[in-house]
């Protein structure tokens, strides 16, 4: 059966469920080996890791953990550098798509937070940075920050002063900056907006025309074209988006630049155009949106 | 007494203080004037506002704000255009940099949430967009949305499900987009350094040395060249921080840009210097950061 990616929670599979193996995962829908420990492709990210003690350099703090990516081991010892491909570039791709990860922790990883048999699913996580560690033996290896994706109800055991010091931060040998818990309310984007507009682009900014090219792959982002949420409650379509980079998303959504009927780019301090959208025939742009943008950021 | 303008809480005036008068608000440092709704420049952005029912497009909902900008009246008549000068564009400033804007509320504004008499400090909130609106009379005004920073102790009143409706987007007409209430670690960052560095480098992206120029100012990002936070530990510190457009801050968090011991700019991908990164006087870069990067993204 071919496992279909899919980012969040399965259904009926909800946080704390117990697996009693790799293959049972699999088949439960959420992750796509019976083997490896990231889920993922360069091309769609990572939707899911196993955490089961295949690397000494893994960190686990329970709502932090430092994970390594995989590679360049033979018979469970490191004889090659990592690269940032594959699985790898998976979890890179998640975090600049800000993609939820399941983790999934396993009973050889020996950790206090780990169950002490079969597999148990623990919630979803971001990718919040990665980086390349130079092990003691010389190898280089990835290594990914994740930290737990905490909702309203997970927080009342153990609500926390704003400026209260981070726990994790303890150990911090110089100027430890603190962190402090905040509830933000994230608009709930749909994923497929986002993975069409950078696909039928193919991370090409439509105003300047340039890619952010990064080790793990291309790079843009997805604007509105009219804002979503209150009071603008802009859909959340690909007619209503843009594939932009971030300084040209930035340019947008500051009314620094406009787009008129036809398409063209228009510099809101000189009233000229500046160059004209770049289209792809898959991606009809709505003019009632490219309208009511414009018409907040001219007279 | 000249006005310190202070971003955040002032000490000994926590949320819920209520105040007899403009004066009483501004002699605790809460806001600079005794008139104006917004206490803010362009150059230094918004610390606090006053809602007291001075315009009819204010909107109250508690933890969300649409606020109205200031500029155009005579005799409380709108007689001509906002512009986004002064304080509004103080207020646009606090959105580019997220400088945590004071809400007090006063009794003239007759909404549910407005003290029946004198003033009251309501807590902190986040500008998260702005843009111009039209009146029924023709002029235009700059509005603002505006949300409350809530911390994990105030969640405890009303906890939400995940994925659960937002009971603000309930009159929305089309395609509405739900939002969840997540928790958050932010890093708290020093507003010092962010500030010296864009004051030194005027906004002038540190790597390709242009200014992302917005209708409120130009902007530019602070990036850290050691990451913060475990496991990395870098200081908040002007000595491990960059000035860069958001382009050039993806690049460098992402790795494909690092730097030399003499600070040129290497592209990681053909290893070769792109360009050598501008520098000011008053800004010293300690090497050790940069080694510290770099070693993550070469072998």
């Not at 497929?192 to 507009?197: G, H, K, L, M």
């Not at 950078?198 to 890619?211: A, G, L, M, R």
């Not at 398409?263 to 009809?284: E, F, M, N, Y």
């Amino acid at each position: 059966m071919a496992y279909i990616r899919t980012f969040g929670e399965i259904p009926g599979n909800p946080e704390g469920t117990p697996y009693v193996s790799r293959k049972a995962l699999r088949l439960a829908g959420l992750h796509a080996h019976n083997q490896n420990g990231i889920s993922g492709t360069e091309d769609e990210g990572a939707d899911a890791i196993v955490l089961n003690g295949g690397y000494s350099d893994d960190r686990d703090e329970g709502d932090i953990i430092i994970y390594t990516g995989h590679g360049g081991q033979e018979d469970r010892r490191q004889v090659a550098d990592q690269e940032l491909i594959e699985g790898n570039a998976g979890l890179a791709r998640s975090q600049m798509e800000r993609l939820p990860v399941r983790v999934i922790r396993g009973y050889k990883a020996k950790s206090k937070f780990s169950p002490t048999k079969g597999y148990r699913y623990d919630g979803l996580y971001r990718v919040v940075r990665h980086w390349f560690k130079k092990r003691d033996d010389g190898f280089r290896v990835l290594q990914f920050r994740l930290e737990k994706i905490t909702d309203a109800e997970t927080l009342l055991d153990r609500p926390q002063d704003i400026g209260a010091d981070d726990p994790e931060l303890k150990s911090a040998t110089a100027d430890p900056v603190s962190r402090t818990e905040r509830v933000t309310r994230q608009l709930n984007r749909k994923a497929s907006v986002v993975r069409n507009i950078k696909k039928w682009h193919n991370n090409v900014c439509q105003v300047c025309h340039t890619t952010i090219e990064l080790p793990g792959g291309p790079a843009s982002e997805v604007a509105h074209i009219q804002g979503l949420g209150e009071p603008h409650n802009g859909p959340d379509r690909e007619e209503n988006a843009l594939c932009l980079c971030p300084n040209d998303h930035l340019r947008f959504d500051y009314g620094a630049i406009y787009l008129t009927d036809d398409l063209k780019v228009i510099d809101a301090k000189t009233g000229q155009a500046i160059g004209a959208l770049r289209t792809h025939p898959k991606h009809s742009i709505d003019l009632r949106y490219v309208r009511q943008h414009r018409s907040y950021w001219t007279k």
